[in-house]
C-alpha cells in the first residue's frame, strides 16, 4: 500500500515513531495478512533521539535526516526472533538494492551489511565521492512480530553525512519504485510461508 501522505499526517515526516509499535491493521484492517504486510511513502526523514532504535545510532548521536526520501515499513507477524528478523531484512534489501541498481540507477549497489551502497560519484555537501550510502534501515522485534523500516534518499540534503548518496529518482521513477517493492515484499514473504508447509515430518 502506497500512502499517500496528502491525507495521513503521520507520514508526512518521518521520524521513526511509526515503527515503535505494530502499524499494519491501522493501514489493512480486515486484509492484515499473517504472513506479513508493507506500506510505503515519501517524506522527508528527521529522527533524531525519541524515534531510535539502533542503539549504536544513539549512542553515537548518529540520527536521520533527508530532504525528501522513499519508505518502506513492514510487519511480520510470522517472525518472532531477532535473528530471523534481520535474515529477512537484509534478504530483503539485497533484493531491492537490485530493483533499484538496475531498473533505475544503473549503477552497481554494493550490499554492506543492510546499507546499500552506490558505486557512482557524485558531491554531497561539497565533498565528491566514488560512492555513497543511498539507504537507512533498521528492523526489531516488539510483541514477538518483526518491524522493519529500509529508506532510500532521493535527496539527502545539507543535514546528511557527506557519504549520503541521492538517487534524484523523478516522480513517476518513484511510483514505479514502490510499486515493485510492494509487490516484490509480498510475493518473497507468500513464498517463504508455503516453503514452511512442504516439509513431511
Known amino acids: 500500500m502506497i500512502i499517500d501522505t496528502s ?13 515503535h ?3 499494519a491493521y491501522k493501514y489493512y484492517k480486515n486484509r492484515t495478512l499473517p504472513h506479513g504486510n508493507i506500506i510505503a511513502f ?17 549512542e553515537s548521536n548518529d540520527f536521520i535526516y ?16 531477532a535473528f530471523g528478523a534481520v535474515c529477512f531484512q537484509r534478504m530483503f534489501n539485497s533484493i531491492i538494492a537490485d530493483i533499484l541498481s538496475v531498473k533505475f540507477l544503473n549503477a552497481s549497489i554494493e550490499m554492506k551489511g ?7 560519484p557524485f558531491t554531497q555537501n561539497g565533498v ?28 539527502a540534503g545539507d543535514k546528511a553525512p557527506v557519504f549520503a548518496f541521492s538517487t534524484n529518482l523523478g516522480d513517476e521513477q518513484i511510483k514505479e519504485y ?13 513464498d517463504i510461508f508455503i516453503a514452511t508447509t512442504k516439509t513431511i515430518c
Open 7 to 19: 491525507k495521513n499526517a503521520e507520514c508526512r515526516v518521518y521520524s521513526g515513531e511509526l515503527l
Open 21 to 23: 509499535n505494530r502499524f
Open 42 to 58: 515519501r517524506a522527508p526523514a528527521k529522527v533524531e533521539a525519541e524515534g531510535m532504535i539502533d542503539l549504536e545510532d544513539l
Open 66 to 81: 533527508s530532504d525528501d526520501m522513499i519508505h518502506f515499513l513492514y510487519e511480520i507477524p510470522l517472525i518472532d526472533n
Open 114 to 120: 543492510d546499507d546499500m551502497i552506490v558505486h557512482k
Open 128 to 155: 565528491d565521492q566514488l560512492k555513497g550510502k543511498a539507504s537507512v534501515s533498521i528492523v526489531h522485534i516488539k510483541n514477538n512480530v518483526a518491524l522493519g523500516h529500509t529508506g532510500i534518499n532521493v535527496r
Open 178 to 190: 514502490m510499486e515493485a517493492v510492494i509487490a516484490t515484499f509480498y510475493a518473497l514473504v507468500e
